[in-house]
């Protein structure tokens, strides 16, 4: 007799979204919640979990918040709440917050788009 078994990684989507203003960039955008943890599966069935994480995924910015356990309870239980930037912390973002968030070259204070590698006034690389 053998066994199939294991461990990998999950994501589920929390089908919970809210309008504010990014916490990162500052623009109008939706947050996006949802989950990740660790299973060990059994013939391909998972069959416990652990180690959940919860997230919020800002669509202006691709900036990834965790989110505070009292939020998420409410998120969880089907409420509506409303989100402070208390309720999130920042850990990760498609673009440096350095030059993403002021939208300035560091060197000459020329105004840029996030995307530029280089300033187009002075040519100091931005990222």
């Known amino acids: 007799m053998f066994f199939i078994f294991g461990i990998s990684n999950g994501f589920k989507d929390l089908d919970f979204t809210k309008m504010v203003i990014c916490k990162n960039c500052g623009r109008y955008g939706r947050l996006e919640f949802f989950m990740?943890?660790?299973?060990?599966?059994?013939?391909?069935?998972?069959v416990f979990k652990w180690g959940k994480k919860y997230y919020a995924k800002s669509t202006?910015?691709?900036?990834?918040?965790?989110v505070s356990d009292s939020?998420?309870?409410k998120?969880?239980?089907?409420?509506?709440?409303?989100?402070?930037n208390d309720d999130l912390t920042y850990e990760y973002s498609e673009y440096s917050n350095q030059y993403y968030s002021n939208n300035k070259c560091p060197n000459c204070g020329y105004s840029i788009n996030y995307?530029?590698?280089?300033?187009?006034?002075c040519g100091t690389k931005i990222k």
Request: proline share 8%; glycine share 0%; aromatic share 18%.
């Open 71 to 73: 939020l998420i309870k």
């Open 60 to 66: 202006c910015c691709n900036s990834i918040f965790s």
């Open 36 to 46: 990740t943890y660790t299973y060990i599966s059994l013939f391909f069935i998972p």
């Open 115 to 121: 995307e530029f590698e280089y300033c187009p006034k």
């Open 75 to 84: 998120i969880l239980n089907n409420e509506n709440p409303e989100i402070n």
